[in-house]
C-alpha cells in the first residue's frame, strides 16, 4: 500500500469534493481516502501547491492517422473528407511503431490514462495492445454499398476476433459503427447484436457535419455529389431515428452531435447514451459547436474528446478542455472549467466503463498529480488548472507508478 498526500486531493465524487491537505491510500485500487490516514505506511508527499486527482480518460481518438501534420486540408467537412480518402494509404503506411509511441507518450504526459481508441485497419493493435494506458479498442465497422457488405463484414469480424485475443483489465476490445451515412444497417444490426450478446459498449459518429444533416434528411447537399462520385449512390441507406433506434439496449457513446436536433437529443437521453465532445476537430474541420449545456440539461453524459491527428494539432487532453473553455463563450468560466474537468474523468470513466475517474473507494487507482505556481482560492481550483497546465508530474494506472 502507498499513501500519497497533497495540498489539494480533487475527488471529483458526487459531490466534486476538494481535500485541502488531503491523503488518499491504495495499492491497485483505493483504500482510504481523507485527512490524517494511517501513520504507519509509506508516505510520499507531493510537496507545496501539489494537486493529486483523477488520471484524464480521452474517449475518441484515431492513433492510425498520427503521421498527418500537414498533409489533410482543414476548414471544410467534406474538403477534409476528400483529402483523407486522397491520403489515406500514405498516412496509414508512414505511421509505424515510433509514430504511435510517439502519440501515446504526448497522451500520457498530459496526464491521460486511458483511452478509446478507433481502429478501421488493425494496423494499431500491435502497439496499443502492450501500452501501459488503458485501451478501449473500438473495431471500426464501414460500408454503405450492399454489394460489399459480407465481405466488410468478415473483415471487422477478424479484426474484432483478433483484438479479443489480448483482452485484458487494461485492454478491453469493443466496436465502433462508423455513421448513419456510411454504414448498411444490415451490418449496424449484425454487429450491434455481437455488442448486446458480448455486452459492449459502442462508438458511432453522429450528426459531425452540415453535410450529413441535409443528406440524412433530404438526399441533398454536398454528401449527394461525394456519394454519386464515391460510391455511385443516390439515396441515404438510413435515418438519423432509424439509426440512433438500432442502438436500443446497447451502451452506446455517440461521437460530435454538432448537428442533432432535439428529437435526436432526446431519444439519445431516452437511451442513456452520451456525447463526446472534440472542439478542436469540429472547429478545424468548420462544422460548428455541440450545445452543451443543451446536452447536460437532457442529463446526457458528455465527455471532452480530441478526436485523432487527422484533425488536431495535438492529443494534449488539457488544451483540448481550454479550447472548449474558450469557445462556449456563453457559460460561465468557473462552473464550465468543473464540469469540463469532470467530462475527462467521471463522466469519462462512466462512459468507458473503467471503474475510474474518481478517487473514491473500490475504483481503481488511476491517478496524476502536478503542482501550481502557488496556494490559491479553492473555487477557482479547476479553472487555474485548466488555465495553467499542459503537462503532468507523476502518474498511477492501477495503483502502479508510471514513468513520464
Given amino acids: 500500500m502507498?499513501?500519497?498526500?497533497?495540498?489539494?486531493?480533487?475527488?471529483?465524487?458526487?459531490?466534486?469534493?476538494?481535500?485541502?491537505?488531503?491523503?488518499?491510500?491504495?495499492?491497485?485500487?483505493i483504500i482510504k481516502v481523507g485527512k490524517n490516514l494511517e501513520k504507519n505506511i509509506k508516505t510520499i508527499d507531493l510537496g507545496k501547491n501539489s494537486v493529486l486527482m483523477p488520471g484524464l480518460i480521452n474517449t475518441h481518438t484515431h492513433l492510425e492517422f498520427s503521421a498527418n501534420q500537414t498533409t489533410l486540408i482543414y476548414g471544410d467537412f467534406i474538403s477534409w473528407l476528400n483529402s483523407v480518402i486522397a491520403k489515406r494509404e500514405n498516412l496509414l503506411n508512414d505511421c509505424r511503431s515510433h509514430c504511435y509511441q510517439k502519440a501515446i507518450n504526448q497522451m500520457k504526459k498530459s496526464g491521460v490514462v486511458a483511452f478509446g481508441e478507433i481502429s478501421s485497419t488493425g494496423l494499431d493493435l500491435e502497439q496499443l495492445k502492450k501500452t501501459e494506458l488503458k485501451v478501449v479498442y473500438f473495431n471500426e465497422i464501414i460500408g454503405s454499398n450492399p454489394a460489399a457488405i459480407d465481405a466488410l463484414y468478415q473483415d471487422f469480424l477478424n479484426r474484432l476476433n483478433e483484438s479479443e485475443k489480448y483482452k485484458s483489465e487494461k485492454f478491453i476490445p469493443s466496436i465502433s459503427i462508423h455513421s448513419p451515412y456510411s454504414v448498411h444497417p444490415l451490418i449496424i444490426k449484425k454487429a450491434l447484436d455481437?455488442?448486446?450478446?458480448?455486452?459492449?459498449?459502442?462508438?458511432?459518429?453522429?450528426?459531425?457535419?452540415?453535410?450529413?444533416?441535409?443528406?440524412?434528411?433530404?438526399?441533398?447537399?454536398?454528401?449527394?455529389?461525394?456519394?454519386?462520385?464515391?460510391?455511385?449512390?443516390?439515396?441515404?441507406?438510413?435515418?438519423?431515428?432509424?439509426?440512433?433506434?438500432?442502438?436500443?439496449?446497447?451502451?452506446t457513446h455517440f461521437i460530435h452531435g454538432v448537428w442533432a436536433n432535439e428529437k435526436e437529443l432526446q431519444k439519445i437521453s431516452s437511451m442513456n447514451a452520451s456525447i463526446a465532445h472534440c472542439p478542436v476537430s469540429n472547429r478545424l474541420?468548420?462544422?460548428?459547436?455541440?450545445?452543451?449545456?443543451?446536452?447536460?440539461?437532457?442529463?446526457?453524459?458528455?465527455?471532452?474528446?480530441?478526436?485523432?491527428?487527422?484533425?488536431?494539432?495535438?492529443?494534449?487532453?488539457?488544451k483540448e478542455i481550454r479550447t472548449s473553455l474558450f469557445m462556449h463563450t456563453g457559460l460561465h468560466p468557473k462552473y464550465l472549467a468543473k464540469d469540463l474537468i469532470k467530462s475527462v474523468t467521471k463522466n469519462a470513466g462512466d462512459i468507458l466503463n473503467l471503474n475510474n475517474g474518481s478517487i473514491e473507494v473500490g475504483?481503481?487507482?488511476?491517478l496524476i498529480s502536478f503542482k501550481l505556481s502557488k496556494c490559491l482560492n479553492i473555487e477557482d481550483l479547476y479553472l487555474q488548472i485548466i488555465l495553467h497546465i499542459n503537462e503532468i508530474e507523476k502518474m498511477w494506472i492501477n495503483g502502479k507508478k508510471i514513468e513520464i
Fill in 285 to 318: 474541420l468548420n462544422t460548428g459547436l455541440l450545445d452543451i449545456e443543451r446536452v447536460k440539461n437532457l442529463q446526457i453524459p458528455y465527455s471532452v474528446a480530441t478526436d485523432g491527428l487527422s484533425s488536431n494539432y495535438s492529443l494534449n487532453l488539457f
Fill in 363 to 366: 475504483k481503481f487507482a488511476d
Fill in 194 to 251: 455481437i455488442a448486446r450478446k458480448k455486452n459492449m459498449i459502442v462508438s458511432a459518429h453522429f450528426m459531425e457535419s452540415q453535410a450529413e444533416r441535409e443528406w440524412l434528411d433530404n438526399n441533398k447537399g454536398d454528401f449527394k455529389i461525394f456519394f454519386k462520385q464515391n460510391l455511385n449512390q443516390e439515396k441515404a441507406v438510413t435515418s438519423t431515428i432509424e439509426f440512433l433506434s438500432q442502438f436500443e439496449q446497447v451502451k
Fill in 2 to 29: 502507498i499513501k500519497l498526500k497533497a495540498n489539494y486531493v480533487l475527488t471529483m465524487n458526487e459531490k466534486n469534493e476538494i481535500i485541502e491537505n488531503g491523503e488518499v491510500i491504495f495499492d491497485k485500487k
